[in-house]
């Protein structure tokens, strides 16, 4: 009987015992686990040959996970900075000799440019990955923004010449059908998506309040 006796001190030897590294995700986020999940066209009963659904999945996250936008475009001589169209300014026109393409400011919007054919999900199905299974809230979705640095100012004037635009980390909160356009909330350094007091941004930012 003796054997099955256990110490009296046992919570402290558990938690002196040093298992390993673990896969567990142990930082907080206000995104669910699934909006990371890349689309995978692939049958859920594995053919022979094929990789199983799950791997397939696991491979692409990894792989989506090494790409930057900011990286990408710069690669093919983009500057992020400059695809915001600005206030045109009569008065600081660069010579022609001091400028590579045109001396015309950039005026058309990234709407005019934007197609959706090859997109992988619609607007819903992306909103929909903030839903998780057994609760009635929608959390926000991961995603970049190409954003001001300065918020005031890209409030009152976003084609300000003085504002600078970079790709920020941003949670989706939700999408307007009429106008196309993604409501979007900027990270804080965790990564969170908070209010002002602090707590998660949930359903849009919709509250009983309004």
Avoid at 71 to 89: C, F, T, V, W
Avoid at 162 to 177: F, P, S
Wanted: glycine share 6%; charged share 35%; proline share 10%.
């Amino acid at each position: 009987v003796t054997k099955f006796k256990m110490p009296e001190n046992v919570r402290s030897l558990l938690d002196k015992q040093v298992v390993g590294p673990s896969t567990e995700t142990l930082t907080e986020s206000d995104f669910p686990v699934q909006s990371f999940k890349p689309k995978v066209q692939m049958p859920f009963k594995r053919l022979p040959g094929q990789n199983p659904r799950k791997v397939e999945e696991e491979r692409r996250r990894r792989l989506y996970l090494t790409f930057d936008i900011a990286e990408l475009l710069a690669s093919k001589g983009i500057d992020s900075n400059q695809l915001m169209p600005r206030h045109y300014d009569p008065d600081n026109i660069p010579p022609i000799e001091e400028t590579k393409d045109s001396v015309f400011p950039i005026y058309l919007p990234l709407k005019v440019f934007d197609n959706d054919e090859y997109d992988c999900r619609t607007p819903e199905e992306w909103m929909s990955l903030g839903l998780e299974p057994g609760s009635s809230d929608r959390k926000p979705v991961p995603g970049k923004a190409l954003l001001p640095t300065d918020d005031v100012l890209g409030h009152e004037d976003p084609k300000s010449q003085e504002l600078i635009y970079e790709w920020i980390d941003v949670g989706v909160l939700d999408y307007d059908k009429e106008t196309e356009l993604y409501l979007v909330h900027k990270t804080d350094k965790k990564g969170l998506v908070r209010d002002e007091k602090g707590r998660p941004i949930l359903n849009g930012g919709i509250t009983p309040e309004g």
